[in-house]
């Protein structure tokens, strides 16, 4: 019996100078790893002191190199143990996709929202190469027009994806000029009426067409609407014929207290700066002057009405679709 226990205790005694045996047929933690692409990943299993590792690399020490997909396995032989072979699976994963991203469109000087991206453990970069980025989305800045690129990746299984490119733009409030009264020359089909084209924005005319440009081929007024995320604006030009004044007189008119044409004036269809006319009788006497093309004669010569008949005028004024000064002259028939 002494000497059973004797031998039982150098076996012990030699098991425990090479090492201990594995507890079980497994010594790699995993059957199937997933890498990162582009990286080298060592591979190991447990070292244990005297133990031989043949890998199916030809390496033999308790750790491999490993650079691509494949199955890989090892076998560990322990003193006075049996040998164990285990095998695991190796994915280098290069198929994380970049975040899904939708580029951002932004009104100045409005209240701008944290930026979004779809994917997992995102972290935000303000370059394609910046080293340190941010799990917290910026919230872009809307002080000034223009755009900025903001990049995204995902991190999936401890593996960065890609970058993804991200463009917030800033844009205004529509707004332009279509000009004052516009002259439609003589000879030609019409006049171009356009606004410089700004993006995101939508244009009617009162035609209903949506084109930035109307071609306008007789007088008449153009209004030119526009709207996008940001607010909408709507400008009037009147466009004038070629042998059109910019005043026109009447023939005749009646005062005689029933509200319709009751005093002499012209009917003016642009601005004017400079104006001055003069009615006269028959004889020759001035009845009536004035510098205001709003101000018409009411038919009475010193406070007395005056009689019917033909009466000749003359009028000096700027023409402002013409850009010159104009004499018009004709005669007026007050009618009671």
């Known amino acids: 019996m002494k000497s059973f226990i004797t031998l039982l205790l150098l076996v012990w005694t030699a098991a425990m100078s090479y090492g201990q045996c594995p507890s079980t047929s497994t010594i790699i933690a995993k059957d199937t790893l997933i890498v990162c692409a582009d990286t080298a990943y060592i591979l190991s299993v447990p070292s244990i002191p005297g133990s031989t590792y043949a890998w199916s690399t030809g390496d033999n020490g308790n750790t491999v190199t490993i650079d691509r997909s494949d199955k890989y396995w090892v076998t560990q032989t322990s003193p006075g143990c049996s040998s164990v072979t285990d095998t695991v699976y190796v994915l280098f994963n290069s198929l994380i996709l970049e975040p899904r991203v939708k580029d951002t469109l932004l009104c100045l000087n409005q209240p701008a929202p944290s930026l979004v991206a779809w994917g997992e453990n995102l972290r935000w970069y303000e370059s394609p190469t910046s080293i340190n ?9 809307t002080a000034d027009t223009g755009t ?7 991190n999936i299984m401890g593996c960065e994806s890609p970058r ?39 244009y009617t005319w009162q035609d209903g067409s949506t ?126």
């Not at 980025?133 to 800045?141: A, E, F, L």
């Open 211 to 336: 084109s930035p440009e109307l071609l306008a081929t007789e007088a008449a007024k153009y209004t030119l609407k526009a709207n996008n995320i940001c607010g909408s604006f709507a400008d009037t030009v009147q466009t004038v014929l070629c042998n059109t004044h910019c005043l026109n007189f009447p023939s005749a008119f009646t005062p005689n207290n029933d509200g319709l044409n009751e005093s002499f004036r012209p009917g003016a269809f642009c601005p004017v700066t400079t104006y001055s006319v003069a009615v006269y009788d028959r004889f020759g006497k001035k009845v009536f002057e004035s510098k205001d093309p709003l101000a018409g004669w009411d038919g009475t010569i010193n406070g007395k009405r005056a009689e019917m008949g033909t009466y000749v005028y003359y009028c000096v004024y700027d023409d402002f679709m013409l850009k010159r000064q104009l004499l018009l002259k004709g005669s007026v028939t007050l009618i009671r």
């Open 164 to 202: 993804a490119k991200l463009i917030v733009e800033v844009i205004e409030k529509p707004s332009f000029d279509l000009g004052e009264n516009i002259l439609i020359p003589c000879g030609v089909k019409g006049v171009v009426l356009q606004t410089v084209e700004q993006k995101y924005t939508a």
């Open 148 to 154: 900025t690129a903001y990049y995204v990746s995902q």
């Open 133 to 141: 980025g941010s799990v917290t989305p910026p919230v872009p800045s």
